[in-house]
């Protein structure tokens, strides 16, 4: 045999045999790498726009977020007793829904709604990165904000009624009328909060309800019907 012939077989197989070494190696970056990157990959949950038209005076409207199938979340102080309570997708049609469970204290409400579908949100304790998930021209948007403090907010559950303390995050963020209910998130999709109110007094100022008001409101209750 051409000796110079089996030089270059020789060179290709050893070509082969090391970009197959990198293929490996490389399969088995993406392998490791996969369980670190999927709670980044975890998808947002879906956020609702709420309408409630109260027996009398005007239609109070806010945000509210899919809790689970057939269920929603949202604030309770949008809500009045005999209220209809209306929920809807941007970009499709709205949908009558029910009053399931009402917390004045945290100022949530769940409420049932035969045509959402979701699981429920996985929860954590709100930490530097968090971010805000908005309705805005018929979409959903995400917004920067920042935990300035955990503070103890005095609420009152409407015009005269008595006022009451409870645990609150202070929020650095921008939101406007009508985001009331919109849930806080993590980086990951955890639902760390809800807001419910905006300060008068400070621009760029925010509340929310911590996750663990979200944790009760959200735990099945067998004797609720869908």
């Avoid at 990959?41 to 239609?59: D, E, F, M, Q, Y």
Wanted: charged share 25%; glycine share 6%; hydrophobic share 45%.
């Amino acid at each position: 045999a051409d000796p110079r012939q089996a030089h270059q077989l020789g060179a290709r197989a050893v070509k082969r045999a090391a970009l197959g070494a990198l293929c490996f190696v490389a399969a088995l970056a993406t392998a490791i790498a996969w369980p670190a990157s999927r709670e980044a990959r975890t998808p947002l949950t879906r956020v609702l726009a709420v309408a409630v038209t109260p027996r009398s005076g005007p239609v109070a409207t806010g945000s509210g977020f899919v809790a689970g199938p057939g269920r929603v979340i949202t604030v309770a102080h949008l809500l009045e007793r005999r209220s209809k309570i209306m929920v809807r997708r941007p970009g499709r049609p709205a949908r009558r829904a029910r009053l399931l469970r009402l917390d004045r204290r945290a100022d949530l409400a769940l409420l049932a709604v035969a045509s959402v579908r979701g699981r429920a949100p996985r929860t954590a304790a709100a930490s530097d990165d968090i971010r805000l998930l908005l309705l805005r021209n018929e979409r959903t948007v995400t917004r920067p904000a920042r935990v300035r403090r955990e503070i103890e907010a005095h609420v009152r559950a409407a015009q005269g009624a008595r006022a009451h303390s409870r645990p609150a995050l202070e929020l650095a963020a921008r939101v406007a009328a009508g985001d009331s209910g919109a849930p806080v998130v993590s980086a990951g999709g955890a639902v760390t909060g809800v807001l419910f109110a905006r300060s008068r007094d400070r621009a760029r100022t925010a509340y929310a309800v911590d996750a663990t008001a979200v944790e009760e409101m959200i735990r099945p209750r067998h004797h609720e019907r869908s």
